[in-house]
């Protein structure tokens, strides 16, 4: 009661100004919690960015990609090379796989090419950008299923084509097709899933606007057109920070000039997008003749956008925080009171909180005498009143000497202004 009345008292000392000033800081406050959480949000649900917490839920791993110019020269060969060194590297750090699985790997890898193919069918044929994959592909990136499963770059059967559902209908006027074939420049090979191509404005532009299938990198090479292996990616233990990120850089093989090597695992963090803010206008620029696949496009699109949001975000922080900076300024230079009166006050109640705990307890040894005692003398109440008189007395004058040093001091501060 006595809290929610000073609160009004208090309400009602603000000017017109102040009020609106208050509120407005309270609706930039709101708005920059509300902007922290779109943040989370969107980064959140770029999958594929986050397959280091997949992998590992404790953390210790880190997700790093790999993207390389057409002059790189990256093959399965250099690959299957350096993930023989990255196998000893771990060894010689004592990294070693402390799970009761069996079967559970310390990293995970994959690897593709761009380029298109002609697939064919009774009913049609279809010319469709395609990637040639390696490795785990399918670990990295996670289509949506309609029908059928994925398959490995590391399986012993090549001959597997995952399609759109756009080229499912083409060719077979149906999306339940896994298990039926396609025939690849006249060779057979087993339709094993359909996939729903992700949709939006970003994916679009990034380069999935139109049918794709997935198919090997032997099958790729072999019978379509492919562009050499230009993405790699891998999942791998970060026992401290950048050490995945500065392995792969130092171990993959490839001309600086020639790759563009980034850690996934933090491109969406506070810091990461206040460095974007600070290269506004000379994000754009790359002298490296890289073409980017399409999931790497949207997740820079998402980039921009997170680094525009967080642009928000910081004025809707500063001004509340500004706000709130003056309101204490002026708080402290209207003070009423000093150090020394808030010392003497705090130590007066102090004290009073001491002799209240005596008296309680004089009070019950007082109690527990009268109970054996019955022939309480008239003269000893008369001495204990005449005691709680006395430091009625005492606490008064306590009182007087409290409100007269207070009333000095309130004179002096008024003096200095």
Request: net charge positive.
């Amino acid at each position: 009661m006595h809290i929610e009345v000073n609160m009004k008292k208090w309400l009602r000392s603000l000017s017109g100004r102040q009020i609106r000033l208050g509120m407005s800081a309270g609706i930039s406050a709101i708005l920059f919690l509300a902007l922290t959480g779109v943040i989370a949000l969107l980064a959140g649900r770029q999958a594929e960015q986050h397959i280091d917490q997949r992998w590992d839920s404790e953390g210790g791993v880190a997700q790093v990609s790999c993207f390389f110019s057409p002059n790189a020269g990256v093959t399965q060969d250099s690959i299957s090379t350096f993930e023989h060194t990255l196998d000893s590297a771990l060894k010689e750090a004592s990294i070693e796989q402390d799970s009761p699985n069996p079967g559970a790997r310390l990293w995970a890898d994959a690897y593709s090419a761009d380029g298109t193919i002609t697939l064919s069918t009774d009913k049609g044929s279809v010319e469709a950008d395609a990637l040639g994959i390696g490795g785990d592909f399918f670990l990295f990136h996670q289509l949506q299923l309609i029908s059928g499963s994925y398959f490995s770059g590391n399986d012993l059967m090549q001959d597997y084509v995952i399609l759109d559902r756009d080229a499912a209908w083409q060719l077979f006027g149906s999306t339940d097709v896994a298990g039926m074939y396609v025939n690849i420049a006249g060779r057979p090979h087993i339709v094993i899933g359909v996939v729903e191509r992700p949709a939006g404005k970003l994916y679009e532009a990034g380069g999935l606007d139109g049918i794709r299938v997935y198919v090997s990198l032997e099958t790729l090479t072999t019978y379509g057109k492919s562009n050499g292996i230009n993405h790699f990616e891998i999942v791998m233990p970060n026992p401290v920070k950048q050490y995945a990120l500065n392995y792969v850089r130092e171990n993959l093989g490839s001309p600086e000039k020639e790759v563009e090597v980034l850690e996934n695992s933090s491109r969406y963090q506070i810091g990461k997008r206040l460095r974007l803010l600070l290269d506004f206008g000379t994000r754009s620029m790359n002298g490296k003749a890289i073409i980017y696949p399409y999931w790497e496009n949207v997740a820079r699109g998402y980039e921009d956008i997170l680094a525009l949001l967080t642009l928000f975000q910081m004025i809707f922080l500063v001004y509340p925080s500004g706000v709130l900076l003056v309101w204490i300024v002026i708080r402290w230079k209207n003070k009423k009171w000093t150090a020394r009166t808030v010392l003497g006050a705090a130590q007066d109640k102090l004290q009073r909180a001491a002799e209240k705990r005596r008296a309680q307890r004089r009070s019950g040894e007082e109690k527990s005498w009268l109970d054996e005692d019955p022939s309480f003398s008239e003269k000893e109440q008369k001495r204990r009143d005449r005691e709680e008189r006395r430091q009625q007395k005492q606490e008064a004058r306590r009182r007087r000497r409290l409100e007269k040093e207070f009333q000095t001091e309130s004179k002096k501060s008024g003096k200095k202004k």
